[in-house]
C-alpha cells in the first residue's frame, strides 16, 4: 500500500479503494481528477469506475504498444546492417568489439525514438 493518499488516488486500481479514499478526501478527489481523468467516476458508483479503470489500462496498453512500435522502427536500420557489424567485429579483442557496435548504433539509431519517424 502506497503510504501518501495522493499517490493512492493516482496508482490504485482498486474501485473500492478509490471509492473509500474519495468519501475520506472529497476535496483531494476533486484536485486529482485532472491528472487522473476517471476519478471522476467514483461518484457513478462501483460499475461506471470500474469500467473508467478498465478503459484507462486499455489506453495505457495502447500506449505501450505503440511505444514498443516506435522502438522496433528505429531498430530496423540498426538490424539491417548487423551482417556487416558482425563481421567488422570477429575476431576482436571485446573493447575494439564494442566501440565498433556503439559507433554504428550512434550512426543508426536515433537518440529520442519517440521522435522518430
Do not use: K, N
Not at 9 to 23: C, G, K, W
Not at 44 to 55: H, K, N, Q, V
Not at 82 to 95: S, V
Amino acid at each position: 500500500m502506497l503510504p501518501d493518499v495522493r499517490d493512492q488516488l493516482l496508482h490504485s486500481r482498486s474501485a473500492r479503494d478509490l471509492i473509500a479514499l474519495a468519501a475520506a478526501q472529497p476535496d483531494l478527489l476533486r484536485a486529482m481528477v485532472p491528472v487522473r481523468p476517471a476519478l471522476q467516476h467514483v461518484a457513478s458508483g462501483l460499475d461506471d469506475l470500474r469500467m473508467a479503470l478498465e478503459r484507462e489500462r486499455f489506453a495505457a496498453m495502447d500506449a505501450d504498444q505503440r511505444r514498443l512500435e516506435t522502438f522496433v522502427m528505429a531498430t530496423a536500420a540498426f538490424e539491417r546492417r548487423w551482417p556487416e557489424i558482425e563481421q567488422r567485429c570477429a575476431g576482436l579483442p571485446l573493447r575494439q568489439a564494442h566501440a565498433i557496435v556503439v559507433e554504428s548504433a550512434a550512426q543508426c539509431l536515433p537518440m529520442a525514438p519517440a521522435t522518430a519517424s
